[in-house]
Structure formats: structure tokens, C-alpha cells
């Protein structure tokens, strides 16, 4: 299958170049415009180097060129080692050329100063109109290990190119991209592509994930993330990745408001309410790392392609102590460790007596002697346990080549045998001994929780693969729009139920009269409020009366309010008083929308309460989305159970709030020019099949 | 300052011995009875080595005992290294010899079946008879490295010694704890004892600790915990540490059910609740770690000494992005981001403008020509940020000898000028060079979340260290005792109140009229609750009516209540009606007592409704305990914020409800033997200065 969209095209001269340039070459390695030519040439890059220089005839040994222009050949990649003032020139020398990508090392732009961003916004530009592409500027580069195309001037790979291996690695810090790079080199992960995106005036960083979702080698998208420029290409990106069943780790920084501001501080990129990532990141599956330990250790179990079919864990152990680690891991993680089957139990007991054979299973260490017994346990577990991951522990046994190689001839026909299964051990050794254990298919992790982390996350990204996307929902044509003027309490109802929110019934009354007549109309008892866009807290001020059962308390009531509004708000504008029936029982819910700096409108939903006022048990969605997402949504608050019929209720009608929120989320995806938010609180969800209500809701317009 | 604990004096032999017998000494180093003699003579031990032996003359070069008799002078330890069959033999030859304690390797004990069991009791009684010590059987040994005592069997030693250093490491898993024993030596951790516990015959964990504890040496302690023996000396150790400001590091596993079913297979030790652990942890200040790398990090940075005297974090890094990681970190962790002043800012952009100096301050990559600006950077942050922890990223930097010398020089000055503060570096490179790194009293993770997470746990140490721990409160001797006899609701609640948990004006009635009578009294409106030691559930069988305005109310209600009761439990014996005032307001909680298989009384402690039953937010604590510590409990629920007064309610009076909570754990304690559980639900607390009152109350007896 050919990889043909634009993207992918536009950027494969940047991440699979046959010919580059350097522009700014030297012949001094430590320079940024030397490292290059040094690590193309000394790691055998298989395409042209051309080094540009006017002030030199050779640069490193390689014929140098005094411009991009004397150039006669087509460029796929120019590296850009200039100062900062020549940028601009140079870069539309080589539009004019034809050159098809820039790789800008050059600093000096919109981290800088306001004559950098001016800068930087031609750049921007000259891309946007040549179809010439610049990753940069101030980054750190690109490069493909397959292709030893290595378009930096990091020193890291001094030290040790990575193993060819499945994954691309694409971060937004050049420093942090280069220590990922290191840990991961270290770690024996396998990759493919590296790319930093600096200063992004082209290239983003979700472009970048798009093109190794779509890159046919890349199995594996590992990404350091801080903010988000382009929300549509991020999803298309990671919808892709979804679609190619390609996992994509994310460690996303910036999630805490000391974070957020020292990221501000030094990207432009905006960075997006962190509960708007893990709402889309939840969305595609992405798996949100916290550490950069932990994003390596998760690609790095992912490089092995092996994704267990269900959540299935057998634990085989040399050691009590690492089962139960393992053990309280996979509790803590949700994989089942159904025991083994009991006649299974009796014949490794059979085999070792005083062995553990429920699951964990405790080889002990027994097998000293006689290391089939090993492949035989491995061989119970997958065959007639049934496991689809076995997690095992091996403490240091890699340190020694003799246990290493006693080790893998116990182990090597069970992983040969079950190709399907994922084998993961805890085990120290030395990197050869453990080069080998992967090379067969064999994950290694020295901390046997890690383990059982990893398996989890593969368990994960199985599931998410096999299941579809949720398509958003078509906005209706009928879905009301917001008009231009202040909405009271009356208004935003109606509009909101127009929407699909549904209220109760009620009436807007001028006169007490009127009050009295909409409550024998409606049916007692009822509640009266105040209705004003210009009174917002109604309870404070006695704007609100409860439990109103005659038509007369009705009238005396809607005067004591009115007397009441004069007096602390004598400058609102009045509506009328609000006659709404009473409802009783049911679930008190908030739903609300409000608007994210990145990714427009999101949908808020909690319950009412403790739970959402002080534990901030709330969930949070993107707008716009279908029911079964809104499902999603609800379900995953931990208050949940009280919907579900906790303490002996009546389950509620989640159908009607799902519903809700859904259409909820529609209304505020069909307005998102003119709404800020919307609050409803409380929304009451009744018994299963009564659907739910509004009780009080507010509509705010943007102010612009 | 002499350390003359009985505890410690019998131990010192086993810890520190001058003279090892080797009982089953072989010339074979692959041999259990080899690898001991083998480390011995290869590593240097000091003191005599006398392998026994009744089949050789001389083992591996040394002269070997027919027998520990044959041995004249005094024998400090032995290890046992013979056949199980003979063990109880040997030991009692130990015992006549006068050797001081016993390091038993031999396996084939509890851990195997009724004979093993049964010979292992042996070894105890022996132990307590003879005043000989014995570690194990079926343990793994135990050295100091100071010593050079490697009385131990385990193969990982040959691949390297540990670097001699502050932390005592002890673990109840053999085959665990030389797992961490070589991650923590690879990590460069400096250790000075080791120990396993194996079956525990005579010495346990806490004893262990208690030791290291003790030792002047020892400055950590690190430990690995399946279950507990001996609560009271576990109370001790820890007592002791915190004293002798010890920060204490412990894995402790089996907290899942699965995970607790697989450590009771393995051990023969109680597991005692997950909870009651988390309430000594706390009390203790004990550092609990959830995976075997943090609880090696944590020691690690434990090692070098240094507690910073605030939570004042400054952060300086050469890449925005590992600043904003570490931000993060911070936050989460609750350190103290505070900001440089802002005259101490102006003067860093002028010595690199372009510098990110608030905190996270970005030193950018401008010192690379002049490294005296990094020294400058952190000066300022020491002396003017006023700082008592600096976290630092240099990334691969101790790759390279070059870049690490130059980086030494830049900080070592710093370190040297401010030996109090703590300076902790996110870094990666060769071992050589992180040691130099170490040797100046410089931590160094690879990973810059992990620095935060240390940095963390070292200001949470030294917090714990200044404060002192409480003293258990006196049982006083009006405490109230529990009949033997079932006690239905009116009798648990005046029980109850005699111990301090106040309960409402109430009355037992007999009758109609009894009842119509008592409220009157009490005042209406009142409840009605049937009162049986056989009813439990009062209210699904219609047994509570409340809101009862009137005497001809309460007379209808007590007929109903009746008639229902004597419907739904014919069998029941019915001591009368309860006539309570009742209560309005006030925040509903729940306080219960329950037995814990091994810390005995446990008082748990949660608010009524969705927060208890939905979430689970609630704190237990063993019992007794003062009120003090009653309120750092209320304090730890999510839901404090209730209590506090959120939602614009009445803050609650929380003095009276951890009065009634320290109260309950003095009634448990005092009633250790004969009580069950209690449960107290709901409990109300009234606003501040008001108290509170048990509005049901159950005591169950325990059943034997």
C-alpha cells in the first residue's frame, strides 16, 4: 500500500532525504553547521551531503558549494546552520531552488525578540506560499536511523546511534527530545525516526505524528508534547494512528498551572486546559505517560508488536516476593489473574512439590537441576492456562552468560511456540545478555511492578484497536442559536431545551395574579424565582421561594419577592417571576459548557454536590459528541455507582442524560463563536425511563 | 554514645561476628556451603572463617572442624549449611557450644510441610531457651559490607561488591532481596547491612530494623515486608528510628487481595490489613513505596543526608522543557515553586538575556563558553531565591568526562558554599562519572520527574523528624467495659456515652403510653425505633417512624412499629421502643471500630452517604489514640472540606468529633479482648461549639 497523502509526501524529502544540504556547513564537528556533515559521513548516510560554504572549497573532505543557487541537483533537505539575520535570504534561495525541506537550526526567532517573531512569520509565510517545508527554526533537527540520515547537531549520538527498531520519537523540546533519545538508546528501543520541531513556523508537532502514523516502518509513535497548535490536525493525526492500529504514547507537560506557565514561558504554543488533553487523548487512546521512564518503557513494550488479546495474566516466578509484587501490580492495573486450572495445579505440583501453582505460580527454585521443568511450567501456563501475558521474574539471571543462555533455551520453544503471546520478564542483566532475550521476542524490565504496567498498557491499546472511533454527531439544522441579548434563567431554559435539554414545566408570570393562575394551571406545590439577566444569585438575595401550595401563598410570595429584588438589585431589569411545578426525588447533576483556548468548546458533567464542589469528581469532553460517547462520559466519574441505584435507589434514566449532555454538546459545537458557557445546576435525573430536568440553567454570550 | 539495647547487643554477633563457623562447609563455591567460605576469603573478612566438616581436613585452603564442638574458642555466628534432617541437631550443638547466634540457610521448614513446621518450632524454642539467635532457616543470609562479613549464598555478590555506605537494607523475601540488592548496588547506592528474614523462626523483620535502628553506622534504613509478627516491636523499631531520625523506606507488599492470597501461600505470615499498615506508615513517617526502583531511588537520595528545612524548591535547567516536567513534578508533590525576586531576575537577564529566571529558571544553553554563568545561576538561587533544594537537568551530560568535569567545577563551589542545601540533578552518563558526581554529595537520577519525587520524600523525612510522635493516650480506669450479653441500640449508645460518644436525649418506652410520656418530655417532634439485639435492620422492616408531632402521633406509631416488628421476627426478643428528639442539621459521619488479625483495634473513621459508600474517603487508624491524631485523621478524608464548612455551611464542630473518635479508640482498646466491632452510624456533628450525637449505634461482641 503506497503512502500517498500530501502530508506524507510534502514531508518525506525531511524525513527520508536522498540529497542534503548544509548550509552554513563547517569543518569544525563541534559546530552546528559541522555535527552534521560529521555524523551523515561517519554513519554511512547512503544519500549526498553538500555542504555549503562560501568561504571554503571543501568542508570535511566534501566538495563545498558557495551557495544554494551553484547547487545544480534537486535538494530534498537543506539544514539550515546560518545565523539568524542570513535566515530569511537564505531560506528563499532555497525555495527559489526548489529545495523541498528545511531543516532550521538557526535560533533566534520568536524565543527571542519581536524582530526574531517578525522573522519567523516570513518564514511561516515563504513555506506556506513555496510548499517548501521548514521544521524549525531553533530545533534540533531530524533523523532516520534506517537511513543514517542524521539531520542534528545533538552530541548525544556521539556516544551511540539508536538500534534500527519500530518507533518514531516527535517532541517540541529539543534538549528533553535529545535526553528521550538517550534514555531510550539505552533502553535497546528500537526507532526509527527522531524529529524536534522547535519554533513549529511550518511543521507542528501533530503533523509530525500524522506523518509516522502513515509511514508503513513506524509501528510505534512515542511524542514529548506542551501544547497544541492545531487541534483538527492533531486529531486527524491520531485518527490515523488509530485506524493503522499504530500506539501513540504521549508524555504531555504542563498539566499543572506552575507547569502550564513555565511552558508558556517558553514555547508560543498555547497550551490547552490539561483536562482537554485527556479528554482527547481518552478519545483516540493515546496512552498519557507521567514520566519520561515510563513513555520509554511503554514504546519500548509496544516495539515488540505483541498485543495481548485479553486481560489474561499468568505470573510465573522464581521467587514468592516478586509474585506478590506482581500480584498487588495487576490488581493495581486491572488484569485478571484467573487462577490455573485445578488439574493442572496437581501435575506441576507433581512436578515440584512444594511449588505454587495457582497463579502466581512459584516455580521456586527447583529447576536449578533441571531447566525443562521451567519450559514446562511456561508451557502449562500458555497451553491450559490460557494466559495471553506472562509476566515472569528471573531477578539478575541475565548478568551471567551461563544462566543467561540456560534461561533462554528454557524459554525459547515456549516463545517460538506462542508467537501471539506476550512473554515479558523482570530480569538484570547486561545489555548483551538482555539484547538477546528481545532479540527472540522477549520484553525486559528490571522492576517487576514495570511489568506488569507495561502489559496493562499493551492490553489497552488492543482493546482501543478493536474498537471504532466514535463518529461525531451531525449538527442538526433545527439546533437553536444563541441570540444577541442577556438571557434570563426563562430564556436560556427554553433555548436549552430547544436544544434537547430538557426543563420543566413552567410559566413566566408579570403579575401575581397571573403567578397564582400559571400554579393552579401547572399544579401545586410550586416554586417561584426571580427573573433577570442581571440577578445571577436569586437564592442570596430572596429571590427564590419553595413549596408554595395555594394560589394564594403564590400571590403573597410573588410580592415578598418582588420587594425583595427592588431592594438589592433596584438597577435590574425584571423579567417576571418564574412559576415552575416542584419535582422531588432524583439524582442531582451539573452539566455545563465552557470554552477551551485550544480546543474550542468542551462539555462539563458532574454530580451535584460534595462530589463535584468538593472532590472535583467531574469529567470533561470536547464538543461535539454522540450518546455513547456521552455514556462514556458519565460513566466515568467515580460517583457513578449513585446513578447506577447505589444505597438502595432506583437506578436513574442515564439514557435521558446521556442524551443530554449530547445534544448539550451539539448546541454548544453549533454556537461556538458566540457562547462561553453554559451551566446547568442542578439537572435532575429521575428514575429509569422518566428522563431528567433542568431546574436552573445559565447562558453566557461571548463578550466580544 | 554506646548502643546497649538487649535487642541490639544479641544481634551484633549475627550482624557484626569476629569469628564464623561454617557448619556444612564445601569445597565446592557453587555449594551453599561453598559460596560463603568463598565471599569470606575472596572479599576479606577481618575475622576467622572455621569451616565444619567431618569429611575433610581442609576447605577450600582453610582447616576444617569435625564438628562445632571441635571449635575451642568463641563463635560469634554459624552459618547452617546442612541437610534439613540435621538442622535441629546442629543448632543444638551451636547452643551447647555457646555460639552466639545462627545464620540458617537450610531450607525444608514451615515453608514445606507438618515435619518441617514442626522441626522449625524446635529451632524456636531453642532460640528462646538457649538466648542463641537465628536468623532464617530458608533465608538468604545477611552481611555487612564494612566487614566484609558475607555470610550469604546469593550468587549476585559475585558481579560486584556493594560501595560501603549509610543504608541497612532487610527484607523478608530471600530471592527478592538480592534483586534489590544489585539494583541498588548498580544504582550506586551505598549500603552497609543486608539481611533476609526468611521463615523467622526466632528473628524477625522488625527486630532487624530495630537494629539497624540503633546502629550508629546505619543512616537509613530500607526495607522489603510481606506481613508482620510482632506489632509491638514493629512500634518499637519504627519509635526508634524516628528518634534517631532515620528516614525508613518499605515496600510493603500483598496490599491487593490476590496480592495478600499470594504472599500467605508463600509465608506463613499474617498479612494484617492494607489499611492498618497505611495507619502506622503515617504515624511512623515511614516512606511506603509501591515499586521496588522507588524505594531504591528514595533510600538513595535518603543516603547522602541531606533534608531540606522547607518545601522551597528553585528549579534551573538548560531546557525549557525538563523545567516544565520538574514544574509539574512540584505540583504534584506539593513543593514550593516560589519565584525569584525580582531584583535577583533583573540581574540573571543581564547576564543572559534571554534566560527564563522566574523559577523553573532556563539558564538556556548560553554557559557552554563560559561555565562561570552556571555558577553564578545557582549562587543566585541558593543565597538570594534562598532555596533549600535545587533540581537541576543537565542531561547526558556525565556522558562525557569533558562536559562532566567542567560541569563539576561550575557547581562544586555552590555545594561546597551551601552544604546544607540539598542539589539534585537530573542526569545520565557513565557510572564513573555520576560517582564523581556523588562523591561531592551530588544526587543524580536519570529521570527529572524522579529528582522531584526524592526531593519530595526528603522534605516529607525531615518534617516528620521535627515533630514528635504521639504518645498513646492512658486508658482511663472508667472506661467502660462490655457486658456479656447482647446489647441492643439504647444499650450501645449509653455504653457508648459512658466512653465519650454522645448520643441525643432519648428514652426506652414500654409501652403507649411510656412513649406518648417520654416525648412529651424530651420534646417534640420526636423518632420512634424499635429496640431488639435481634432486629439490625430496623428500618427495612418499618421499625423507625419519624417526625412524630404529638402524643396521639407517638401512640399510633408505637402500636404500628410493634405490630410490623412482631410481624417481620416473631422470634425476636423486643426490649421496647426508643423515643428520641430529633435532630436537625449538622454533617453526617460514620464511626466504626473493627479487629485487625495482627494490629488488633482499628478505628475507621469516613462521612455518612456517596463519600463512605460510593468512594470509599475514609481514614483508619489503630487504636488507642489521642485527639490529636483524631483530627489528622478527620483532616485526611477528601471530604474534609465538609466538616471545614464548604458549600457556605457552618463549619462543624470537629473538636467534639475527634473527642468521640479518640474516645471510641480508647473503648477499643480497653476492650481489646471481648470487642468485635462497633458502628456508629450516622454520627452527627453540629455546628462548631454545638458537639455532636450518635444517632444509632451497634456493638458486636466478639463471637468466642
Known amino acids: 500500500m503506497a503512502n500517498t497523502s500530501d502530508v506524507y509526501k510534502s514531508l518525506e524529502p525531511l524525513f527520508r532525504p536522498k540529497t542534503i544540504a548544509v548550509l552554513g556547513a563547517s569543518a569544525d564537528p563541534g559546530k552546528i553547521g559541522g555535527r552534521p556533515v560529521q555524523l551523515l559521513k561517519d554513519f554511512g548516510f547512503k544519500g549526498k551531503i553538500l555542504p555549503v560554504n562560501p568561504n571554503y572549497e571543501e568542508v570535511q573532505g566534501l566538495k563545498a558549494y558557495a551557495s ?4 545544480k541537483e534537486p535538494v530534498d533537505q537543506a539544514i539550515m546552520a546560518v545565523p539568524a539575520r542570513m535566515a530569511v535570504q537564505v531560506a528563499e534561495d532555497c525555495a527559489a531552488q526548489g529545495v523541498k525541506s528545511i531543516v532550521a537550526f538557526t535560533s533566534g526567532f520568536a524565543e527571542m525578540d519581536a524582530d526574531g517573531e517578525k522573522a519567523q512569520i516570513q518564514l511561516s509565510e515563504l513555506a506556506r506560499d513555496s510548499g517548501m517545508r521548514i521544521l524549525g527554526p531553533n530545533c534540533l533537527g531530524v533523523f532516520s536511523s534506517q537511513d543514517a540520515s542524521y539531520s542534528t547537531f545533538t552530541a548525544s549520538i556521539l556516544d ?3 538500534k534500527v527498531g519500530p518507533v518514531g520519537i516527535a517532541s517540541q523540546s529539543g534538549a528533553f527530545g535529545s535526553h528521550c533519545f538517550v534514555l531510550a538508546r539505552e533502553r535497546g528501543l528500537g526507532m526509527r525516526y527522531w524529529v524536534t520541531t522547535g519554533n513549529e513556523c511550518d511543521i507542528g508537532f501533530a503533523e509530525c505524528v500524522q506523518f509516522l502514523a502513515e509511514d508503513e516502518e513506524t509501528k510505534v509513535i512515542l511524542g514529548y508534547m506542551e501544547g497544541c497548535r492545531d487541534p ?25 498551572d506552575v507547569g502550564a506557565a513555565a511552558a508558556a514561558s517558553h514555547t508560543a504554543s498555547l497550551a ?10 481518552d478519545k483516540f487512546g493515546v496512552y498519557r505517560a507521567t514520566t519520561l521512564r515510563e513513555a520509554i518503557d511503554i514504546s519500548y513494550a509496544c516495539s515488540f508488536g505483541v498485543y495481548p488479546k485479553t486481560d489474561r495474566l499468568g505470573i510465573v516466578t522464581i521467587s514468592g516476593g516478586a509474585g506478590v509484587v506482581m500480584a498487588d501490580a495487576a490488581a493495581e492495573y486491572g488484569l485478571n489473574l484467573a487462577p490455573m486450572p485445578t488439574k493442572v495445579q496437581k501435575d506441576l505440583k507433581e512436578l515440584v512439590p512444594f511449588a505454587g501453582t495457582r497463579n502466581p505460580v512459584d516455580t521456586t527454585a527447583n529447576f536449578f537441576n533441571d531447566w525443562t521443568v521451567l519450559t514446562k511450567f511456561f508451557e502449562a501456563m500458555l497451553e491450559k492456562g490460557n494466559y495471553d501475558a506472562i509476566a515472569s521474574f528471573f531477578t539478575y539471571f541475565a548478568q551471567s552468560d551461563a544462566m543467561s543462555e540456560k534461561l533462554m533455551e528454557a524459554i525459547r520453544p515456549i516463545r517460538k511456540k506462542y508467537p501471539d503471546r506476550l512473554m515479558a520478564l523482570s530480569i ?16 525486559a524490565f528490571e522492576d517487576p511492578h514495570e511489568v506488569i504496567q507495561a502489559i496493562a498498557a499493551l492490553y489497552r491499546f488492543r482493546k482501543g484497536f478493536s474498537q471504532k472511533l466514535p463518529t461525531p454527531p451531525k449538527i442538526p439544522a433545527s439546533t437553536p442559536s ?3 441579548k442577556p438571557l434570563n434563567e426563562y430564556d436560556a431554559k427554553r433555548l436549552l431545551k430547544k436544544a434537547g435539554v430538557p426543563s420543566g414545566r413552567e410559566s413566566l408570570a408579570k403579575t401575581p395574579a ?5 400554579a393552579a394551571r401547572l399544579g401545586f406545590p410550586v416554586v417561584l424565582k426571580i427573573v433577570s439577566a442581571d440577578i445571577q444569585h436569586k437564592t442570596e438575595i430572596g429571590g427564590v421561594v419553595l413549596g408554595l401550595d395555594s394560589q394564594t401563598a403564590v400571590r403573597k410570595a410573588f410580592n415578598e419577592i418582588m420587594a425583595r429584588a427592588v431592594k438589592a438589585a433596584p438597577n435590574a431589569k425584571i423579567d417576571g417571576i418564574l412559576v415552575s411545578k416542584m419535582m422531588g426525588g432524583g439524582v442531582e447533576t451539573i452539566l455545563g459548557t465552557y470554552r477551551d ?5 468542551m462539555v462539563m458533567f458532574g454530580l451535584g454536590g460534595v462530589l463535584t464542589e468538593v472532590l472535583g469528581d467531574v469529567a470533561f469532553k470536547v464538543a461535539p459528541f454522540g450518546r455513547k460517547e456521552a455514556m462514556d462520559m458519565i460513566k466515568s466519574i467515580k460517583g457513578y455507582a449513585v446513578l447506577a441505584g447505589a444505597r438502595g435507589k432506583e437506578p436513574a434514566d442515564v439514557d435521558a442524560l446521556a442524551a443530554a449532555l449530547s445534544d448539550l454538546s451539539i448546541f454548544a459545537a453549533a454556537n461556538a463563536d458566540t457562547l462561553e458557557s453554559v451551566d446547568v445546576n442542578p439537572f435532575i435525573v429521575r428514575e429509569k425511563g422518566k428522563g431528567g430536568v433542568a431546574l436552573d440553567a445559565l447562558i453566557i454570550r461571548q463578550s466580544n
Open 68 to 71: 544554494i543557487k551553484d547547487i
Open 160 to 162: 551511540g546511534r539508536p
Open 232 to 256: 483538527e490536525r492533531l486529531y486527524e493525526a491520531l485518527s490515523l494512528a488509530h485506524a493503522k492500529q499504530k500506539p501513540v504514547i504521549i508524555m504531555k507537560v504542563g498539566g499543572s
Open 272 to 281: 490547552g486546559s490539561d483536562d482537554a488533553f485527556d479528554s482527547i487523548f
Open 428 to 443: 538484570y542483566g547486561t545489555r548483551e545478555n538482555i539484547a538477546k532475550l528481545e532479540n527472540e521476542g522477549i520484553l
Open 482 to 484: 444563541i441570540p444577541k
Open 514 to 518: 397571573d403567578a397564582a393562575k400559571a
Open 597 to 601: 483556548p485550544v480546543f474550542g468548546q
